[in-house]
């Protein structure tokens, strides 16, 4: 059963940014194990594992694992890599607990605040995707932590090659497992630019170019969402879909001209703070 897509505005804390969101079981799944949040600061998903007994119980755990965040404007970055050590704690102790475990993937941005500044830190560990579009420009934020992107990177497989991939839904790193660090990126907050977070549900369905497409079509995050949905559900909807838009509509508080270039930013280091790492090339 659809739900709604639902729109979250943040401007009685950051005038410039608005945001909707919206998730759907799809055709062939009689549950939805997908989770999400989007409410400023923080636009993040979670796609659950381990069956209808586990798997929505550990996306939702780990989206309540970042509810504290929720309405401030002074998140640190140590905050969030808190709150994924939180939600890895929670879903390792559910995944002992039942009998065929559960893990979950997390994606997506929360705005930070360093020396007084506002940037997008961009964390991931699984397969769902964080995109940016600004004007005509598409990019993926967030490199998939999977089988099929590990034989992508060592040149065995090609794109083309991947569309029939017999492993493509095989993550390796979610939270709830073992060994598996969040990637961490920063980047400034820029005006006019448009973010989609999601499961794979829809990548998985949906090509980049009729991502982008339907991103340009529709200048509503809520009917943005909307289409996003019913254009997974279109292809197949084989998983629950699950989709997050956030808009930058004019600059944030603060001097954007003085942001220094996106980076990457390694799993928090033994001080709670993320170290900093150089930026991947856009996968």
Not at 186 to 210: F, K, N, Q, T, Y
Not at 263 to 277: I, K, M, Q, T, V
């Amino acid at each position: 059963m659809r739900e709604a897509p639902t729109t979250n505005e943040a401007r009685h804390v950051e005038p410039g940014l608005s945001a909707a969101a919206g998730t759907d079981v799809g055709r062939h799944r009689r549950a939805n194990e997908d989770s999400y949040l989007a409410q400023f600061p923080v636009y993040i998903v979670a796609d659950g594992m381990g069956g209808h007994d586990a798997g929505d119980v550990a996306s939702a755990a780990v989206v309540r694992a970042f509810s504290g965040l929720v309405g401030r404007d002074d998140v640190r970055p140590d905050e969030v890599a808190t709150a994924v050590h939180r939600a890895h704690l929670t879903v390792t102790a559910l995944s002992d607990r039942t009998r065929r475990g559960a893990g979950s993937t997390l994606t997506g941005v929360v705005q930070v605040r360093h020396e007084g500044e506002p940037y997008w830190l961009v964390v991931n560990v699984g397969d769902s995707r964080v995109y940016r579009v600004v004007g005509t420009r598409f990019e993926r934020l967030t490199i998939d932590h999977s089988y099929l992107q590990e034989q992508l990177d060592a040149g065995l497989l090609t794109q083309d090659e991947a569309e029939d991939f017999e492993h493509k839904n095989v993550i390796t790193r979610a939270v709830g497992a073992p060994d598996s660090p969040a990637d961490y990126w920063v980047r400034p907050v820029e005006p006019g630019e448009r973010l989609l977070i999601c499961s794979d549900g829809l990548h998985g369905e949906v090509p980049d170019d009729a991502l982008l497409e339907v991103l340009a079509a529709y200048p509503d995050p809520a009917s943005a969402v909307e289409r996003l949905i019913d254009l997974a559900l279109e292809h197949g909807g084989h998983d629950n879909v699950t989709a997050v838009v956030v808009d930058v509509e004019a600059p944030p508080a603060g001097r954007l001209s003085d942001a220094p270039p996106a980076g990457r930013l390694s799993e928090a280091n033994g001080d709670g703070d993320p170290a900093e790492d150089p930026a991947p090339d856009s996968a």
